[in-house]
């Protein structure tokens, strides 16, 4: 099915534009450094990494766009992530191998129904999931025949510095934008996930869900994930995106595309939302029908401890509940319920599959 691709010529002309100007020295805008009000990129230096030719330039630009593609996708009827991410769900993803392996970021295909692909032709491929680590919060699909795309070759995220010079380039209307990674640290998110370390690039861009974070080799660095108020650190903050970093991938690439999941046990999974407020862990949603509310656990309640261990914030709390644990196992929390301090132990899961199947009609 083709369908066509509304201003792509502009769209391959910034890519261009930003493939060159990451080739080049650049010099960092206040902004990334000091926190001052972002500013347009300043003027650009070259040296003996600069594109020989214009032709040369306009060839990387073609293949770098080609493995960036639209991801589309309608949830299983009474979804239960609705709630939060809605029955249709659209955004980038990535051409990482040549026979339809597509990376993108989790949240789009959880309990998808229905996935298609779109390339930068406008060609539309359907396309089922391979993978989807919670834990990393990447996801793979593979399109049911292979792409007319060169794959993008993966960068080190490991070796990334603040104030770094980054493409983000995504399948929306907004197009690739130019960004500065202005932190490197871990994250947290209080639906019972942690990365050792995130990649924050500010300024944001608005069609960040599986968009690429590109470096200055055209390597993929990241994958999208959210968008966020305060990307930097300090006193002066800016809003940002966060990126899940590449290297996170390398380690278990195999084993998800062979089992569809990396190797070792499962985390445990609660079905508990909680967020820090004021030395305090509080509970701020429960997924219904999950661990954590068959337990008896609600909004409002107070984490308190996690076996003896106290936990006062999200990185004290995921650590104690995944310490020594798998999926299935009991875990005993001491959480305050108005006035009252209980005991109450949780059967945990595999947050797979608390979600609904695909349907196999």
């Given at each position: 099915?083709?369908r066509?691709?509304?201003?792509?010529?502009?769209?391959?002309?910034?890519?261009?534009?930003?493939?060159?100007?990451?080739?080049?020295?650049i010099?960092?805008?206040?902004?990334?450094?000091?926190?001052?009000?972002?500013?347009?990129?300043?003027?650009?230096?070259?040296?003996?990494s600069?594109?020989?030719?214009?032709?040369?330039?306009?060839?990387?630009?073609?293949?770098?766009?080609?493995?960036?593609?639209?991801?589309?996708?309608?949830?299983?009827?009474d979804?239960?992530?609705?709630?939060?991410?809605?029955?249709?769900?659209?955004?980038?993803?990535?051409?990482?191998?040549?026979?339809?392996?597509?990376?993108?970021?989790?949240?789009?295909?959880v309990?998808?129904?229905?996935i298609?692909?779109?390339?930068s032709k406008?060609?539309?491929?359907?396309?089922?999931?391979?993978?989807?680590?919670?834990?990393?919060g990447f996801?793979?699909?593979?399109?049911?025949v292979?792409?007319?795309?060169?794959?993008i070759?993966?960068?080190?995220?490991?070796?990334?510095t603040?104030?770094?010079?980054?493409?983000?380039?995504n399948?929306?209307?907004?197009?690739?934008?130019?960004?500065?990674?202005?932190?490197?640290?871990?994250?947290?998110?209080?639906?019972?996930?942690?990365?050792?370390?995130?990649?924050?690039?500010?300024?944001?861009?608005?069609?960040?869900?599986?968009?690429?974070?590109?470096?200055?080799?055209?390597?993929?660095?990241?994958?999208?994930s959210?968008i966020?108020?305060?990307?930097?650190?300090?006193?002066?903050?800016?809003?940002?995106?966060?990126?899940?970093?590449?290297d996170?991938?390398?380690?278990?690439?195999?084993?998800?595309?062979?089992?569809?999941?990396?190797?070792?046990?499962?985390?445990?999974?609660?079905?508990?939302?909680?967020?820090?407020?004021?030395?305090?862990?509080?509970?701020?949603?429960?997924?219904?029908?999950?661990?954590?509310?068959?337990?008896?656990i609600?909004?409002?309640?107070?984490?308190?401890?996690?076996?003896?261990?106290?936990?006062?914030?999200?990185?004290?709390?995921?650590?104690?509940?995944?310490?020594?644990?798998?999926?299935?196992?009991?875990?005993?929390?001491?959480?305050?319920?108005?006035?009252?301090v209980?005991?109450?132990?949780?059967?945990?899961?595999?947050?797979?599959?608390?979600y609904?199947?695909r349907?196999?009609?």
């Amino acid at each position: 099915m083709m369908r066509p691709v509304r201003g792509s010529a502009s769209r391959f002309n910034q890519v261009l534009a930003l493939i060159a100007a990451l080739a080049l020295s650049i010099a960092v805008p206040a902004y990334a450094v000091d926190g001052a009000t972002p500013d347009l990129p300043t003027k650009a230096r070259p040296n003996a990494s600069a594109p020989e030719t214009s032709a040369a330039a306009a060839t990387n630009a073609d293949r770098l766009f080609g493995a960036i593609v639209k991801v589309t996708t309608r949830s299983v009827p009474d979804a239960r992530s609705n709630d939060t991410l809605g029955d249709e769900r659209e955004g980038t993803g990535v051409v990482i191998a040549r026979d339809g392996l597509v990376l993108t970021i989790g949240y789009l295909v959880v309990e998808a129904d229905d996935i298609k692909i779109t390339d930068s032709k406008g060609r539309e491929y359907p396309a089922n999931v391979v993978a989807n680590d919670q834990s990393s919060g990447f996801a793979l699909v593979r399109t049911a025949v292979p792409i007319d795309a060169t794959p993008i070759a993966f960068g080190d995220s490991a070796t990334t510095t603040e104030h770094e010079p980054v493409m983000i380039a995504n399948a929306g209307g907004e197009g690739p934008s130019f960004a500065f990674i202005v932190s490197k640290r871990p994250f947290t998110g209080n639906w019972e996930y942690k990365l050792d370390y995130a990649l924050f690039t500010s300024p944001p861009t608005s069609d960040w869900s599986g968009a690429a974070l590109i470096d200055r080799d055209g390597k993929l660095l990241g994958i999208g994930s959210l968008i966020v108020r305060e990307a930097t650190e300090g006193e002066t903050t800016l809003p940002g995106n966060v990126f899940v970093p590449i290297d996170l991938l390398k380690p278990i690439l195999a084993d998800l595309v062979k089992q569809g999941r990396r190797a070792g046990p499962v985390r445990p999974w609660l079905g508990i939302s909680a967020d820090e407020l004021q030395g305090h862990l509080f509970v701020t949603k429960v997924s219904p029908e999950g661990p954590a509310d068959r337990a008896g656990i609600e909004p409002g309640d107070i984490i308190l401890a996690v076996g003896p261990d106290v936990v006062r914030t999200q990185d004290e709390f995921y650590q104690r509940v995944w310490a020594r644990r798998q999926a299935g196992d009991e875990v005993p929390l001491k959480v305050l319920k108005g006035a009252d301090v209980r005991q109450i132990t949780v059967h945990s899961m595999d947050r797979l599959a608390y979600y609904r199947p695909r349907s196999t009609i």
